[in-house]
């Protein structure tokens, strides 16, 4: 049984028309130059017959990605020729790296474009309601290496939040669900998106936690 309220895919769906970049991150795009990318953000009721509570789809990057290897994200990349924009973007990404099946996903909206600075990306988040859930597994283990389906409820239990420290002194939100350690990027979207949504529950913003050694050991 979850504990959600009944209209938070609603109090979701509402994040687009009212959210600002500032809002969301401290990294907005610079006025020319980056490189355009989406991620799909990617929302699900849950299986009612099989008990499980909503959730948003995550994957973990293979180890060997040259850009942010093993860190947790949402289905995402760069902008192709064909593709028409970042929601055709975001969708093709993730069908190319989980075998979603984007027939049964309905485009919520889209919210402003952020920027990675470690990459280099301008980043455009669509968000999406997992309307036939599809199965959905690693595609390619060069890329991926692991696809998660995340418990909205594991998200926002205040044990699973804490702020992680990087070795530079950066301070960000981060989760623990599911065997991932979400942090960084993907961490501090999901959080501002949550908290924005009037979903998060109070949880210890003084508890604070180092990056663990395998993430550290991957970074440039």
Known sequence: MTSLPPDWLDRIAGVPG???????????????????????MLFSAGDDEAGAGPDVLLTERAATMRSHPGQVSF?????????????DAALREAAEETGLDRAGVDVLGQLPSL?????????????AQWRSPSRV?????????????????ELLDP?????????SGYLGPAFRVQGLYVWGFTAGLLSRLLAIAGLERPWD????????????????
């Open 18 to 40: 009212r959210a600002r970049a500032q809002d969301l991150s401290r990294f907005v795009p610079p006025e020319d130059g980056g490189r355009p990318s989406a991620v799909l």
């Open 75 to 87: 289905p995402g990349g760069a902008l192709e020729v064909d593709d028409d924009g970042p929601v």
């Open 115 to 127: 920027f990675l600075p470690p990459s280099g990306f301008v980043v455009t988040p669509v968000l």
């Open 137 to 153: 597994a690693v595609v390619d283990e060069a890329e991926v290496a692991r696809v998660v389906r995340a418990p909205l409820d």
């Open 159 to 167: 044990a699973n939040r804490f702020v992680s420290r990087h070795p």
């Open 205 to 220: 913003h003084s508890r604070q936690e180092d990056l663990p050694a395998e993430i550290l050991a991957l970074l440039p």
